[in-house]
């Protein structure tokens, strides 16, 4: 599933294209992926113009000057295509500009597409309960030590969880918990605040480096020009099932299961 990085990398993709621009025409190729298009979504993106693009967690956010905005979740295969040259059977949504076309690709049709007030932006249901963004100035040692208290659960199901941070997926967790040298088993509520200031920057680091090199080209996702990213050939523990340590320290990256998601750490380093 395209995780934050491929996200925010796929919003700025389009934004070179697409901000500023007039909607000239839209076109559904399907009634629903997850779930149904929006009735009224043709009706009012046709003739908008967009103002721009933003992130929120693992979806991106089409600003248009209606007082709308078009929220889109790529799901486990969706992806965005800019001015493709042949159409393919999975392009559900189809946007057209005076300059490019647009095509929203989802063989597997587990993304999404909504219309929403902009006004009311944080009071839809699936932002309403958002953590802070681990981008953003909301997470700090201070937000986690909070969140985390009096937590059995471990560290690793709790980055996952979206109330306490928003858009944290397994393979950044996997990496940032190995980079601040937290065990992945640990209790939350027992990490220590030096692992804390140790584990956000450790976050920002992670997802910064993978926005830098275009996120992680896992399966069927890629960057809206076609290109793919590269950061899984940088990954420091995930997928690395018995490989050694890139610390030297002897150890050997293992592989357990938590919450039904495999997790990679080294058992040497990470305390």
Known sequence: MPELPEVETTVRGLA?????ERIARVRLNRPDLRRPFPPDLVQV???ATVTHLSRRAKYGLIHLDRGSTVIFHLGMSGRWRIDPDEPD???HLLIETGRNRFALCDPRRFGSVDLVDTNALDLWPQFAALGPEPLGPGLTPEHLKAALKGKSQSIKLC?????IVAGLGNIYVCEALWRARVHPRKAGGKVTR??????V??????????IRDGGSSLRDYAQPDGELGYFATRFDVYGRTGEPCRREDGGLIRRIAQG???TWYCARCQR
């Open 16 to 20: 070179k294209f697409l901000e500023g």
């Open 45 to 47: 993106m046709t003739g």
């Open 89 to 91: 059977t999975h392009d």
């Open 159 to 163: 980055l996952l969880d979206q109330r």
């Open 194 to 199: 030096p692992q804390l200031e140790r584990l």
């Open 201 to 210: 920057p450790a976050v920002r680091d992670v997802l910064e480096s993978s």
């Open 260 to 262: 039904g998601r495999s």
